[in-house]
């Protein structure tokens, strides 16, 4: 499936933003998305995912973001509400086909298939 992720932007401190994940695919409902992020020097982690039932997040996120699905338009999106400086990073959607991987597994890079090209949020203090 081919993604597209979009929204990014420069924001103050305490600001918000609405990252978006649109897919190619019909089927894009069934799969299971998750956003990730890059800051410079720094690895690519985990900051949301969802699947058809369930969601989850990274502990440092969680409260702030809110990671939700509209299988009308195919797209995910990620609510980034109260940003901090330490959240400027590169935004990337991933996804992968259902296939009863746990949120352990789901936290992971390597579990995904598909990635979107990034997006970049930068927050001033």
């Known amino acids: 499936v081919q993604l597209q992720a979009f929204g990014g932007g420069l924001v103050q401190a305490g600001g918000c933003l609405r990252l978006?994940?649109?897919?190619?695919?019909?089927?894009?409902?069934?799969?299971?998305v998750g956003w990730f992020r890059q800051a410079p020097g720094k690895e690519r982690e985990f900051v949301a995912g969802?699947?058809?039932?369930?969601?989850d997040y990274a502990d440092f996120m969680r409260g702030r973001f809110t990671v939700s699905r509209d299988n009308a338009k195919n797209s995910v999106y990620l609510q980034m509400n109260s940003l901090k400086p330490e959240d400027t990073a590169v935004y990337y959607c991933?996804?992968?086909?259902?296939?009863?991987?746990?949120?352990?597994?789901?936290?992971?890079?390597?579990?995904?298939?598909?990635w979107g090209q990034g997006t970049q949020v930068t927050v001033s203090s």
């Open positions: 991933a996804a992968r086909t259902p296939d009863g991987s746990t949120w352990s597994a789901l936290m992971r890079s390597q579990t995904y298939d598909s």
């Open positions: 978006s994940c649109a897919a190619s695919s019909r089927t894009f409902s069934t799969y299971t």
């Open positions: 969802i699947t058809r039932s369930s969601k």
